[in-house]
């Protein structure tokens, strides 16, 4: 069965420090792809990144950047010098290469306080 | 503006009720999906159409149904409505099959009084 579990139900950090969003998965298949989600408070969901299993290279993009380690089925995300706009519900998310489908995590809702 | 577009943004209807979510994916995108939003279940995914047929289900109640016509718009259909079928519901579109991810609309915020 396919599964992500985000264990940090929600965080709150100071604006301008770093934090780290964790992201578990299960999978028993060889190609798949992961992917980050955001939803900020206006409810729209909005394509961060996509990852797919053959493909272990960190990624940075300005102030993110993810972290995937099949070895131990993770895929995180940090957001380095965090700030208020960053809050938000940030979901990390799984698919199959045979399947359409996208299995989400339930989510870490992340408040940058000012 | 994502290309999907969903309509309506919010809904008030009351229970046993019925009612019609309508969503427009992006130009090009043949595959039409599904997703619930509630607090305590996350985003869970309901069901798939891709070009016109339906390709996959997941937790789609009995009293819920969709189908996708000949313009690739979709419409998800919800009837018997209870309160706990109040939430957002989201549609989003890929091209089909492989590593493609979704583009999402802005959702439906669905209350049931």
């Known amino acids: 069965a396919q599964k992500v579990t985000q264990a940090q139900t929600e965080i709150s950090v100071v604006e301008k420090e770093d934090v780290t969003l964790d992201c578990v998965y299960e999978?028993?298949?060889?190609?798949?792809?992961l992917f980050w989600y955001k939803q900020p408070p206006s409810g729209e969901l909005v394509f961060l990144i996509r990852r797919n299993s053959f493909d272990e290279q960190n990624e940075i993009s300005g102030r993110y950047s993810w972290n995937f380690q099949k070895s131990t089925s993770s895929f995180n995300f940090t957001i380095t010098a965090s700030q208020v706009v960053d809050s938000a519900v940030y979901f990390c998310a799984l698919k199959r290469d045979r399947d359409d489908k996208i299995i989400f995590g339930k989510g870490t809702r992340l408040h940058i306080l000012p | 503006d994502s290309g999907v577009t969903q309509t309506p943004k919010h809904l008030i209807t009351a229970t046993g009720q019925r009612v019609t979510l309508r969503c427009s994916p992006r130009?090009?995108?043949?595959?039409v999906y599904w997703y619930q939003q509630s607090l305590d279940q996350g985003l869970q995914f309901l069901i798939q159409?891709?070009?016109?047929?339906?390709?996959a289900k997941g937790n789609i109640l009995e009293r819920f149904s969709a189908q996708q016509f000949p313009d690739l718009h979709s419409e998800l259909n919800l009837s018997s409505l209870e309160l706990g079928d109040s939430a957002l519901y989201f549609c989003?579109?890929?091209?089909?099959?492989?590593?493609?991810?979704?583009?999402f609309g802005s959702g439906t915020r669905l209350t049931v009084v």
């Open positions: 999978t028993r298949d060889t190609t798949y792809y």
């Open positions: 130009s090009g995108d043949l595959s």
């Open positions: 159409y891709y070009n016109g047929e339906e390709r």
């Open positions: 989003a579109s890929s091209e089909g099959t492989g590593p493609v991810g979704y583009t």
